[in-house]
Structures are given as C-alpha cells and as structure tokens.
C-alpha cells in the first residue's frame, strides 16, 4: 500500500497538488496567531476597503479588518467544519447502512425509508430549516449538515454490504458460529469501507461549500467570527472592490477543489479495477 501511495504521488500529479493545497489550508488554519500579521476583528474605519498592498496582502474589508489575517483564521472554522461533519456523518451513516444491509428483510426496509425521507428534503432547504429552528451558531449549523449528509452515506454503505455478505469468508464465518455483531465489526464493515473513505474525502469540499452557504445566508457563525461564507457576504455590497469577496471565495474554491483532487486519487488507489495501475 505504501508503495502504491509513493506511485501515485508520482504519477498522479491532481492528487499530488490536492495534498499540497489541503496541508497548506491545514497548517495555515493551526498557525494563524504565529502567521496572521494582524488581529482578525480588530477595526479600523480610517482602513476600510483598501486595496491589496504590502501592509494588507488581501486588502481590508468595510470595517477596517485585515482581510488576509481573516482568511488565515476562517479556515479554522471553515475546515473545522466541513471535516467533523464529514467524521460525524460518516461513522453514523457507517454503521447504519451496514446494519440495514446485513441484517436485510423488514429492518432493512424500515430503517432504509427513514434515510430516504430525509434524502427527499432538498439538503440546502432543509439545513437552513434546522438552523434557522435551532439558532444559529457553529454547533448548530454543524448538527444540521450532520444530520442532511449521514443518509447518503447510510445508502452507498447498504450497497456495499448486500454485495460483500454474499462473500465466501462471511458465509464461513457464520457457518463456525460467530455472532452477527462479530461478522459485522470484523468481516463485513472493513471489507466495505473503503467506498466510504473515497465518499468522505471527496464530501469534505461539499460540506466546506455547505456551511459557507449557511454562512452567507447569515445561518452559520456570529459576526465577527472570521468565517470564509461569512466573508464572501460582507463582500457582495463591494463588487468594485473585488478583494473583500474574493479572496474568501477563493479560499473555499481552492480547498473544495483540492479535497476533490484527493477523493478522485483514493478512488484510483482502493478501486480493485483501477489498483493494478499502481
């Protein structure tokens, strides 16, 4: 596996540029106090809406703030967000589907019509409804995405499962007596999880895109939180001055794109039609 890993860093240069764009966002976002040159919500009116120059590398927005400073600390909050949801959604989705799919019959039926109820809400309308009834903050807006993106998850895993419990070595496994629960942690789960490794890699961009929405819809995180969502809003009222929105708007494309990058290589790694390239 590792040498497969090494092969494609070689040979598969998107994957290679999605690594390098995501561990940069990761490490700015841990070192932000050591890189940000200037407090994030710190105002100055006499700044506002300069453009960039060597003292603000991105600009200042309507208040005065350091709009690079904010970028640098909004992607604590941004991929915060957009992975813990993508954890949460994924291990709950996880398990569910795999036990939907393994134990099959009326389980299966009921458990897998719960996921599609949720799956018929558009998931942008209904995580604005959650946030807007729970109120709106950081936890809240996360428990919404959570609870919009576990369906999907649940679905690709049930798949996953019907296929794979048909397998000689879970048939032998049941035949020498070991219980459901053991045959499902120890056979079934590991042997399918890889399709939801590629899924969550992949999903971190959507998630990331997902809360930037409910950000600029003003149904993520409070002001001044330095939020990259949050930012491309405060810029919309400053079209000719391109830098207050542009450049948190970059920031959730090129981090989007590179999770994306990074899905699309572990799809080409752990898919047994595409592995022996590698």
């Known amino acids: 596996m590792i040498r497969s890993i090494k092969k494609m860093f070689k040979s598969n240069y998107l994957f290679t540029l999605g690594v390098i764009i995501c561990l940069a966002w990761i490490l700015l976002a841990i070192l932000a106090p ?146 459901r629960l053991r045959i499902l942690l120890k056979e079934v789960i590991p042997n399918s999880i890889s399709s939801v490794l590629i899924m969550a890699t992949t999903d971190i961009g959507n998630q990331i895109l997902m809360f930037s929405t409910l950000s600029f819809l003003g149904l993520g995180s409070a002001p001044p939180t330095p939020e990259w969502g949050m930012m491309v809003s405060d810029g919309v009222g400053y079209f000719n001055k391109f830098w207050v929105a542009g450049f948190p708007g970059l920031a959730i494309f090129t981090m989007a794109v590179g999770a994306n990058f990074i899905g699309d290589g572990l799809r080409d790694l752990l898919d047994p039609k595409l592995r022996k390239q590698f």
């Open 34 to 179: 050591v890189i940000a040159p200037h407090d994030p919500i710190a105002q100055d009116l006499t700044l506002r809406l300069q453009a960039p120059s060597a003292e603000h590398l991105f600009g200042t927005d309507n208040f005065g703030r350091d709009i690079f400073s904010r970028v640098i600390y909004g992607g604590r909050y941004s991929l915060l967000a957009g992975c813990l949801t993508v954890v949460i959604a994924g291990v709950i989705g996880t398990f569910y589907g795999a036990i939907a799919g393994y134990v099959g019959g009326w389980v299966d039926n009921v458990m897998m019509r719960l996921s599609e109820m949720i799956l018929s809400f558009p998931s942008l309308i209904l995580a604005m409804i959650i946030n807007a009834v729970m109120g709106s903050n950081l936890f809240n807006t996360m428990f919404a995405l959570v609870i919009v993106a576990w369906p999907t998850y649940a679905r690709l895993m049930r798949s996953v499962v019907l296929s794979v419990k048909e397998n000689e070595y879970v048939t032998a496994s049941e035949a020498l007596g070991a219980s």
